[in-house]
């Protein structure tokens, strides 16, 4: 009987999976078109493009690149390049072996740190990286001889650069690669959860709606405060970064199932009192900088009596490569560039936060620190995020001081303005166990053959 049992089983799971790659085969056109949208309305975004202008900027080798490819917009050289970012991007994927159980990508250092916390705990799941390297592994050279068309590459390459500008355009092909990537990996396996980290960049779309398109459980663990517009992407797990995040993915039209928010309660500490008269200011920068006002944020703070040191700590993905000449050339001991450890480490080591478009400006606020936003310090537009606007932040002027950036934060109903952007009433492993519940109960019902044959139905159970 036991026997029996287990063969109709196996037929039953083995067909219901058949089905589902039947069907990701006919709706392939129809997520890559979503996913082509996605991308190009994520990138609208001012901070998007504020970054590829910058990154532009700082490179000669690009720009000459970029002013060549306008001037051919209509030769195959845009297509060229383009075919580039979609191998790029298709073979960076590695294989993996075993092909079942949970699968994550983190290809970003932060989208890893929020990830990794959460497989430490999920013991009865057996999680497998799909890893980004530079150099392609034999299984991704012997995927691309498959039957490819780059003639679509340039098709699509050329339709879209009609319209939008060509970092847009790129992002789209290396979208495009990314899913063909993962929709062959994921009809060659088994999983049953998948674990992102990233919503708006081409890896992060591309891996959501490759695993969607197979019916595979999606989870998302954010890293930070999202840039809007979002992608409208479907989740059946969202750990986000806060309430005001959560509204955000809602309005912009997100589906998350269910929503968890992670916890800060072990990092919160009381504002102080009163602050020490020789200060420790820290200077927390976005990945694109704007060299001038950092340099004129700089002095200003330098010529202040109480500020007796100031600690300068770039973003992971820095774009401003003359960063550390320019503090060296200062010759003041007093300004310090941080070495770039924990960032609750550089919270703790200064007195006051100065920052801009930054989510560790509520990291600083949460820890007690005392925190200004400082408008047009990156490419960003003022108050992206709306911490100056919801009240959570003391904002920077010319008549800033110390004090008064303080008395900020005594106000009575400063601490419920903090509590919309800081879960200070749960610890993080609390909030951690919950969700690995949640995604075993997941990965649980994608093992039966009922749920794999049935279209996935997100709802919204915040």
């Known amino acids: 009987m036991s026997a029996t049992s287990n063969f109709g089983s196996t ?18 056109d129809w997520v890559l078109c979503r996913g082509i949208r996605e991308m190009l309305r994520c990138d609208e975004s001012g901070v998007v493009q504020g970054i590829a202008h910058y990154v532009i900027s700082q490179h000669r080798s690009l720009r000459l690149l ?23 991007s298709f073979l960076s994927v590695r294989s993996i072996k075993d092909r079942e159980d949970g699968v ?15 497989l430490s705990l999920s013991s009865d799941l ?29 098709r699509i390459t050329r339709r879209l650069h009609r319209r939008y500008h060509f970092f847009k ?19 060659q396996g088994d999983f049953k959860i998948a ?18 398109k197979l019916r595979i459980p999606t989870v998302l663990i954010t890293h930070g405060m999202p840039v809007r517009p979002v992608a409208r992407l479907s989740y059946n797990l969202a750990v986000v970064h806060n309430e005001a995040a959560h509204q955000s993915y809602a309005e912009d039209g997100c589906l998350m199932g269910r929503v968890l928010i992670h916890g800060r309660r072990q990092n919160y500490a009381a504002m102080p009192k009163a602050l020490p008269y020789s200060l420790s200011a820290g200077i927390f920068l976005c990945k694109d900088v704007n060299e001038h ?15 007796g040191r100031v600690l300068i700590r770039p973003h992971p993905k820095n774009l401003w490569k003359g960063l550390p000449k320019w503090i060296e050339s200062l010759r003041d001991g007093r300004v310090t560039l941080s070495s770039c450890g924990s960032v609750s480490n550089d919270i703790q080591q200064v007195d006051i936060v100065l920052g801009g478009n930054s989510s560790v400006l509520v990291d600083a606020v949460t820890a007690g620190r005392p925190v200004a936003f400082v408008a047009n310090l990156d490419s960003g537009p003022p108050d992206l995020h709306c911490f100056v606007a919801r009240g959570l932040v003391y904002s920077f002027d010319d008549d800033w001081n110390p004090d008064a950036m303080l008395n900020f934060y005594h106000r009575p109903e400063w601490p419920a303005r903090l509590k919309v952007f800081a879960n200070i009433d ?19 019902e994608a093992r039966s053959p009922i749920s794999r044959s049935l279209p996935h139905k997100v709802a919204r159970d915040h």
Not at 66 to 88: D, F, Q, V, Y
Not at 104 to 118: D, G, K, T, V
Not at 169 to 186: D, K, N, P, S
């Open 66 to 88: 970029s002013a060549l490819i306008e001037k051919t917009r209509n030769s195959p050289l845009p297509g060229l390049i383009a075919l580039i970012g979609w191998l790029r």
């Open 126 to 154: 057996n999680w497998h990286e799909l890893e980004f390297r530079p150099l392609p592994d034999p299984t991704a050279l012997l995927a691309l001889l498959k039957g490819r068309n780059p003639k679509a590459i340039f």
């Open 169 to 187: 355009v790129l992002r789209v092909i290396e979208f495009i690669g990314f899913h063909t990537r993962y929709a062959e990996i994921f009809q």
């Open 195 to 212: 674990l992102v980290s990233n919503h708006s960049n081409p890896h992060g779309i591309a891996f959501n709606l490759a695993a969607r």
């Open 426 to 444: 749960e610890d993080p492993e609390q909030v951690r166990k919950r969700a690995v519940a949640i995604m075993s109960e997941l990965a649980l």
């Open 11 to 28: 037929t039953n799971s083995a067909s219901a999976a058949a089905l589902a790659k039947i069907d990701a085969a006919k709706n392939s």
């Open 104 to 118: 994550w990508i983190a290809r970003l250092s932060n989208e890893r740190r929020a990830i990794e916390p959460f």
């Open 293 to 307: 006002r950092l340099r004129t944020l700089t002095a200003e703070l330098l010529s202040q009596t109480r500020i």
